[in-house]
């Protein structure tokens, strides 16, 4: 049986991918890695070829025309036989010690004919030449030693939302809502962590540092001068979080509360790098966007705009950009994602 499955999207990875795959070996026969090779031009398929070959009964390399980071997902999850699915982006690489944690938690829980559809961990930036490496805990949100529900959880600081990183989904569950990313778009990793959300109802939370977040190439997608030129695509995503739920049926108060914090954090990172760029056309792209939450869900776009980081990103006039996009360096500065 293998617990978890692990898919490694991989686009010209060459440079780095070993690391991130070497880091799941220690799971050995309980775990399968799929390296989706999307595309590249590099020696991205060979090395993963020569992986597969090594270790047959672990590896599996898959090449795909290229599609993008959520299509190489995709196909990971089509491919997958693990219990649980987890992706690790192929510059990034796992905790050896918190990952025999994880693979250990699940097999017990599998003998006791017990399952989950969602598992939280840790994760930390590892951001290049910062002397602290931030972490990123929910220890003062989620319970501990216990399975829970949306209306157990506490409120979640603005640095410690659920992302790609902290998050290993049932396989099954992901497989059942359907869920399809995006094709050549970056930034659907939150696509990704959002849309199972409501689907969720067992969750557990273990306090260990699992996944490691590099930061620090230039060409990466969080990088700002990147986000600026792939503004339509982040503006893409969060208009697609929009359109799949009105937020006032979701049953649990909590989790609707946490869903509209979300799209509020999307909202924000989207005007501000509209922001940022200093472009008149972009700035009106940032004004459009306002409208569309307006026309999809009336409701959420009053609680946005007039929340905290609705109104820092939206104070009229030249200066009040100004005043916005400082307080977005300080943020960026605070929480250091990029």
Known sequence: MKYITFAIPSYN?????ERAIESLLPGG??????????????????????????????????????????????????????????VVDSDDWVDKNALLAIL???????EENKSLDM?????????EGAPHKKTVHYRNVLPQGEMFGWDDIGSFHIDQY????????KTQLLKMI???????????????????LPFVQKMYYLDVDFYRYYIGRADQSVNEKVMINRVDQQIFVTKTMIRMYQLKNIPSKKLRKYMLNYLAIMMTVSSIICIRSKQPENLKKKKDLWVYLKKKDVKSFIRIRYGILGQTTNIPGKSGRKISSLAYSVVRRIIGFN
């Open 13 to 17: 990875s060459a440079d780095y991918m």
């Open 162 to 169: 659920i992302l790609m990183h902290s998050v290993i989904y």
């Open 178 to 196: 359907g869920l399809q990313l995006p094709k050549h778009t970056f930034y659907v990793d939150n696509i990704y962590v959002y849309q199972p």
């Open 119 to 127: 598992l939280i961990s840790n994760y930390v930036y590892e951001k």
């Open 29 to 86: 026969e309980d775990i399968e890695i799929i390296i989706v090779n999307d595309g590249s031009t590099d020696r991205t398929s060979k090395i993963a070829h020569l992986y597969e070959k090594k270790y047959p009964t672990i590896i599996r390399a898959i090449d795909q025309e290229n599609g993008g980071h959520g299509e190489a997902v995709n196909m990971g999850l089509a491919k997958a036989r693990g219990l649980y699915f987890k």
């Open 104 to 110: 250990a938690f699940i097999k017990t829980i599998t």
